[in-house]
């Protein structure tokens, strides 16, 4: 399938594989299903109406922009803060949430800092903002643990970074050094470099609130609390709270109209989807598989009258077949007369086969796929390595935390290019990196939280011009198993089950303003 390509150099269309046919090819039965795209409603002002000087930056990305229409939720987080407000952007992965803030910190010139989960998983969050100030000729920058002694090489020593930081309109970083900046500027350390501008803030922004957990959440709020108690009078700072998901926004609204003494704008934004098929792989050549149990039933008949009734059951018709292979292969593992029928083996899927005719057909997206462990991400590439050509084999590669920080970003500069088809991952792909061009998510193996399952899916589909993505489920699990053969309506409710709840209680004899956390996840209750 192709579909016209607009907006980028690469390619005059874009064109994705549909594993319906591939998977068909390879003999495999799969179940499948479809989401439909969803879109966030465009409003007529431009992002060059608020920022002229993009029209004419000499940066293609920033040109590009400066002609695009505002999604409706952008503006109004936009009209919000320019009213003096704190707002609440609640909005799903590639809304673009970022430039809510964003244009309403350059246009007015505000100093801002902007705390990031992780800067390691936010790196195009962080490149796209670094090319806005610098269109600008504002200064930005990312500072934590990692960075700091690079950037005292590179600037002359300690003293420079501090004045770089004092003339930067925005400091980005991370909760883990911020919270140790503020301890440093307490015991009013010479090593603190951020005494300054914290001092002068205008604007705070937390991206990726869904991202935390519940202790971490608290402990960023007690920095900021702390932060704003012993720095600021009656005249606090505005801030952004940026999250996909957000149960009960109104508390955190009163919770921050309590810190800052501001009106809380809740603002929400439709996500940017384009329409999603779903495969969950079952196995290859069942059918063959299906007609050896069915003529060697009263063989395990003899044997165990138990066992065979079940068979019998499974073996009812294909289809109720298919739904039962989860049952048949733990069964096919545990049970030793059903072992001498069938090897579990010859149930299970070849995920490398069908990776591998991705990268063959050399369509223009590219794919991303999610293991359990760095072992698992290193064999499966080893394995479709294999099955590839010479010319082909480094196209494929892996992505995560063993490595280094330079090779994972030429990655995914290689990716962005098409130079790259597929990356195997663990979870350094998960939040925070827009390959842009991904049109497909593979989990090997279902990962046991929802959030993880939709930071995978979040990577894909960013780009207006891809005309559909896809999603392919390979069970490797236990875990995996049990939730397919509980059937495919099973799986979509959890896909789609409710995140976290957050819940604020400021009642405590020794401050007004404390903050107790209590977290719910799917009906159950715990403090912390």
Not at 98 to 107: G, N, P, Q, R, V
Not at 118 to 125: F, H, I, K, R, V
Not at 493 to 520: A, D, H, M
Request: hydrophobic share 40%; net charge positive; glycine share 4%.
């Amino acid at each position: 399938l192709t579909s016209t390509h607009p907006r980028t150099s690469l390619f005059s269309t874009f064109k994705v594989v549909d594993s319906s046919s591939l998977l068909a090819g390879l003999n495999y039965e799969y179940v499948e299903y479809e989401d439909p795209s969803s879109r966030p409603e465009r409003v007529k002002i431009k992002f060059c109406d608020i920022i002229p000087e993009w029209e004419k930056a000499p940066q293609e990305r920033i040109r590009e922009i400066a002609d695009r229409p505002l999604y409706r939720h952008q503006l109004e987080a936009y009209e919000a803060l320019k009213e003096g407000k704190n707002i609440i952007l609640i909005s799903g992965t590639g809304s673009g949430k970022t430039e809510a803030w964003a244009l309403y910190a350059l246009k007015h010139k505000r100093r801002a800092l902007v705390v990031y989960p992780t800067l390691a998983l936010s790196e195009d969050q962080v490149a796209r903002l670094w090319e806005y100030y610098y269109s600008l000729n504002m200064i930005a920058v990312r500072i934590d643990r990692s960075t700091i002694d690079q950037l005292s090489k590179e600037l002359g020593g300690l003293a420079e970074v501090k004045r770089r930081i004092i003339s930067s309109k925005l400091i980005i970083t991370n909760p883990a050094f911020l919270i140790a900046e503020l301890k440093r500027i307490a015991r009013r350390s010479k090593r603190a470099v951020l005494d300054a501008h914290l001092k002068d803030l205008e604007l705070i922004v937390l991206d990726e609130l869904d991202y935390y957990n519940p202790r971490q959440v608290v402990m960023l709020f007690r920095a900021l609390e702390w932060l704003l108690e012993t720095f600021y009078g009656q005249s606090k700072p505005q801030m952004a709270i940026l999250t996909a998901t957000l149960s009960n926004p109104e508390e955190v609204a009163d919770y921050l109209t309590q810190l800052t003494g501001r009106e809380v704008a809740i603002i929400a934004g439709r996500p940017f989807r384009v329409k999603n098929k779903t495969y969950i792989v079952l196995g290859k050549n069942l059918r063959r598989i299906y007609e050896k149990l069915k003529s060697q039933t009263p063989k395990v008949e003899e044997k165990d009258p138990e066992l065979a009734s079940l068979l019998k059951e499974a073996l009812r018709d294909f289809e109720t077949f298919k739904r039962s292979i989860p049952m048949l292969i733990t069964l096919a593992e545990e049970n030793e007369i059903l072992r001498e029928v069938i090897d579990p083996n010859e149930f299970r899927s070849a995920p490398e086969e069908i990776i591998a005719e991705y990268v063959k057909a050399n369509e223009d997206g590219v794919t991303l796929v999610f293991t359990p462990s760095i072992r698992s991400c290193e064999r499966l590439v080893r394995r479709i390595r294999e099955l590839l050509p010479k010319e082909l084999k480094d196209k494929v590669v892996t992505h995560h935390h063993l490595i280094d920080r330079e090779r994972r970003r030429q990655i995914e500069i290689k990716a962005r290019k098409g130079e790259i088809k597929v990356i195997v991952s663990v979870r350094t792909l998960l939040q925070g990196i827009d390959i842009g061009i991904a049109c497909r998510v593979v989990h090997y193996g279902l990962p046991q939280a929802v959030r993880e399952f939709r930071q995978r899916e979040g990577r894909k589909g960013r780009r207006e011009y891809i005309p559909f993505t896809e999603t392919l489920i390979f069970p490797i699990t236990s875990w995996d198993r049990r939730m397919i053969e509980a059937g495919i309506e099973v799986v979509r409710t959890w896909i789609r089950s409710p995140l976290e709840r957050l819940y604020l209680n400021f009642n405590n004899l020794n401050t007004n303003r404390n903050l107790n956390l209590y977290y719910t996840k799917f009906g159950s209750q715990g403090k912390f």
